[in-house]
């Protein structure tokens, strides 16, 4: 298995893993699915500054990660949101791990210091995998969301890489060799 940056070629397989999230789960609170001009727009706009990397195996993608703005003000450069997808077939596999690993590593060099995510209330297993990589539950929104016919919880979990006592620039992810 290897990690490597997202391509807009890859927009169909990736809107593939995402489907079934929008479809039928909680997963994600989108209500329609994007279409492909749409995703590879998402694709190409994380890609300006953060990192959105896929995950394959013989040509055959297994899953995606990307990172954005934690929030618009100054003060937040140094905070990014993660969130990771991974194909059904390939759930239980260490891919969602590797993504993880990776993707941290490289906000670490972009010299981001909190990560982020943010996971609906009724995704216990996300939940736990997120802690057992050392994400730690800091906020609880209840009934914050409504999908498929009922108000949603969701949980914001918050990673420390490294603190600086002063930190450096924000590195675009453009700039990461």
């Given at each position: 298995?290897?990690?490597r940056?997202?391509k807009t070629?890859?927009?169909p397989?990736?809107?593939?893993?995402?489907r079934?999230?929008?479809?039928?789960s909680?997963?994600s609170?989108?209500?329609?699915?994007?279409?492909?001009?749409?995703?590879?727009s998402?694709i190409?706009?994380?890609?300006?500054?953060?990192p959105?990397?896929?995950?394959?195996?013989n040509?055959q993608i297994?899953?995606?990660?990307?990172?954005?703005?934690?929030?618009?003000?100054?003060?937040?450069q140094?905070s990014?949101?993660?969130?990771?997808?991974i194909?059904?077939?390939?759930?239980?596999?260490?891919?969602g791990?590797?993504l993880?690993?990776t993707?941290?590593?490289?906000?670490?060099?972009?010299?981001?210091v909190n990560?982020?995510?943010?996971?609906t209330?009724e995704?216990?297993?996300?939940?736990?995998?997120?802690?057992h990589?050392g994400?730690?539950?800091?906020?609880q929104?209840?009934k914050?969301g409504?999908?498929?016919?009922?108000?949603?919880?969701?949980?914001?979990?918050?990673?420390?890489?490294?603190?600086?006592?002063?930190?450096?620039?924000?590195?675009?992810?453009y700039?990461?060799?």
């Amino acid at each position: 298995m290897q990690i490597r940056t997202a391509k807009t070629d890859d927009a169909p397989a990736l809107l593939d893993i995402y489907r079934p999230h929008i479809e039928s789960s909680t997963t994600s609170f989108e209500y329609e699915v994007p279409s492909v001009l749409e995703f590879k727009s998402r694709i190409q706009e994380t890609l300006q500054n953060y990192p959105y990397l896929v995950a394959e195996d013989n040509d055959q993608i297994l899953g995606y990660a990307y990172a954005h703005p934690y929030g618009e003000r100054a003060a937040f450069q140094w905070s990014a949101e993660v969130s990771v997808y991974i194909a059904d077939e390939a759930q239980g596999k260490g891919v969602g791990r590797l993504l993880y690993e990776t993707i941290e590593d490289i906000l670490q060099q972009q010299n981001v210091v909190n990560v982020t995510a943010c996971v609906t209330g009724e995704n216990q297993n996300s939940i736990a995998f997120h802690e057992h990589m050392g994400y730690e539950v800091v906020a609880q929104f209840k009934k914050i969301g409504f999908k498929n016919g009922r108000w949603l919880d969701t949980f914001w979990l918050q990673k420390e890489l490294d603190r600086p006592d002063q930190p450096k620039p924000f590195i675009p992810f453009y700039e990461i060799p």
